[in-house]
Every structure is written in structure tokens, then in C-alpha cells.
């Protein structure tokens, strides 16, 4: 008697003679779990970003393309709504040019803001010091990318706003149906991972996690290897298909 989504396909066809019609059907319970899990966090990720008083900006994986900004940051740029805020060019947003084609690239290498520090310009022309992060995010079920920004001009605040943003960070990791973690280079401790990852490695708590050594959790020690002489020389991120382990033994991709 249980119930569950089906996506079914129909189309008419002559069968032993007789008109009919053919049905497909695939169970399309766990997708659409799946989504709502999605639609969940993004209402989540959403009211976090409203109520913050740090300013965020939700943008395409390019950053050329704002698709959501927060009342804060917007009046950290001199805007009296973010809906102005978003129509503004996001070049106009920019003390220097070449500041903003060397931040650029750290997205172009596939890597994040991290308590990265650059000249912004307000909208009446003047110029502050922001201290911004990013993370990937899914966003209205595409990927994004999201940015927050504090004005450190007053160096006095900049203590209490790395501590912020670092908290904002765990926030948006903690929210994420990706599976995130983070960890040392030197040593690939791992110092943060989210529910999403925990799930994906068969772990009930970070707790029990910190228990298995990182390299139990993969299948090809050669691949793993060569991670970390990349990171270590380049100290760039990197995008690969691994296999890794679960904490059952059963392998994942």
C-alpha cells in the first residue's frame, strides 16, 4: 500500500493486432526527494541571507551575474535597495582593474574567496576596503556561487570581521546539500565537514569521521598521492574523478 513518484512515458503503438499504448515507468521517489531537500536549504540558505547584517551576493560560477543580494550589502554600496544593487554592473563594483582580473581568476582556477582582501567602489564613487569569502552553493537548482563582503576600511574591525566571516563560512558549509569538508594541506586534517558529507561517507557525527584516517576513505592511494603533491607545489584547487570509501566498505564516485 506505500506510495511513491513515478515519471511516466506514454505513447500509442499496434500490438498483436490491437491499437495500445505503452507506459514506461521509473521510480522517481528519491529525485524528488532529492529536490525538496534542495528547495529546503535554498529557503534556509535564503533567510540567512536576508537577516544577516554581513553582506551577501548570490552569483553565477563566472561572477559576472548577480542572481541574489541581501539589504546589507547593498548599503555597504551605497544602494537603498538590493534590487538596485543587482541592476548596478558589476564592473562599476571595482576600484581597480586589475585587482579585480587577479580576484577574477581565483574563480577561473575552479577556487574560492578565502578572508581575501580588495578596493570595492561605492555607488557615489568612493572607495572601501572589503574583506570577501565565497563558497559553491546550489542555488534555484543550479550551480552558484556565493560571496560575502565586509568593509574593513576601520582596521580596527577587521579581527571581529575574519571571525565572522569564518563563522558565515561554517554556516553556509553546514547548509550546502553538497558534500563539503575542510581540510590542512600539510597534513589533511580535517578541521569542518557538513551533514551532506557525513551522509555521502556512511557517518553518523564528525566525531566518529575523526576516527578514520583520510587515506582509508579512498580507493586508489596513487590518485590520492598525486593530489597532494599538486596542492602542495601549486597550492591551486583541482577537479577529478576519484573513488572513495564509505564507512561500510562500499565504494562511492
Keep these: 500500500g506505500s506510495t511513491f513518484w513515478g515519471l511516466m512515458n506514454i505513447?500509442?503503438?499496434?500490438?498483436?493486432?490491437?491499437?495500445?499504448?505503452?507506459?514506461?515507468?521509473?521510480?522517481?521517489?528519491?529525485?524528488?526527494?532529492?529536490?525538496?531537500?534542495?528547495?529546503?536549504?535554498?529557503?534556509?540558505?535564503?533567510?540567512?541571507?536576508?537577516?544577516?547584517?554581513?553582506?551577501?551576493?548570490?552569483?553565477?560560477?563566472?561572477?559576472?551575474?548577480?542572481?541574489?543580494?541581501?539589504?546589507?550589502?547593498?548599503?555597504?554600496?551605497?544602494?537603498?535597495?538590493?534590487?538596485?544593487?543587482?541592476?548596478?554592473?558589476?564592473?562599476?563594483?571595482?576600484?581597480?582593474?586589475?585587482?579585480r582580473d587577479t580576484v577574477r581568476s581565483i574563480?577561473?582556477?575552479?577556487?574560492?574567496?578565502?578572508?581575501?582582501?580588495?578596493?570595492?567602489?561605492?555607488?557615489?564613487?568612493?572607495?572601501?576596503?572589503?574583506?570577501?569569502?565565497?563558497?559553491?552553493i546550489e542555488f534555484q537548482g543550479a550551480p552558484a556561487r556565493v560571496i560575502w563582503i565586509t568593509d574593513i576600511s576601520d582596521r580596527k574591525e577587521m579581527g571581529d570581521a575574519l571571525r565572522e566571516s569564518e563563522r558565515r563560512l561554517r554556516q553556509v558549509i553546514d547548509e550546502s546539500p553538497i558534500a563539503m569538508t575542510i581540510n590542512r594541506i600539510d597534513n589533511v586534517k580535517r578541521l569542518a565537514c557538513n551533514d551532506a558529507f557525513l551522509r555521502l561517507l556512511g557517518a553518523d557525527s564528525e566525531e566518529e569521521l575523526s576516527g578514520i584516517p583520510w587515506d582509508d576513505t579512498w580507493s586508489d592511494k596513487a590518485q590520492l598521492a598525486s593530489l597532494r603533491t599538486h596542492l602542495a607545489d601549486r597550492g591551486e584547487s583541482v577537479k577529478f574523478d576519484a573513488v572513495r570509501h564509505r564507512l561500510d566498505g562500499r565504494e562511492v564516485d
Design 11 to 99: 505513447r500509442p503503438l499496434d500490438f498483436d493486432g490491437q491499437s495500445a499504448y505503452m507506459w514506461r515507468l521509473v521510480d522517481i521517489s528519491e529525485r524528488r526527494e532529492s529536490e525538496r531537500l534542495v528547495h529546503e536549504s535554498e529557503q534556509r540558505l535564503n533567510a540567512i541571507f536576508e537577516s544577516s547584517p554581513v553582506g551577501f551576493t548570490v552569483v553565477s560560477l563566472a561572477g559576472n551575474i548577480r542572481l541574489f543580494s541581501n539589504q546589507a550589502i547593498a548599503h555597504i554600496f551605497g544602494y537603498e535597495t538590493s534590487a538596485e544593487f543587482d541592476a548596478s554592473a558589476v564592473l562599476d563594483s571595482w576600484a581597480s582593474a586589475d585587482e
Design 107 to 136: 574563480f577561473e582556477h575552479g577556487d574560492e574567496y578565502v578572508n581575501t582582501s580588495a578596493l570595492r567602489r561605492r555607488r557615489d564613487g568612493t572607495v572601501f576596503t572589503a574583506l570577501m569569502n565565497s563558497a559553491r
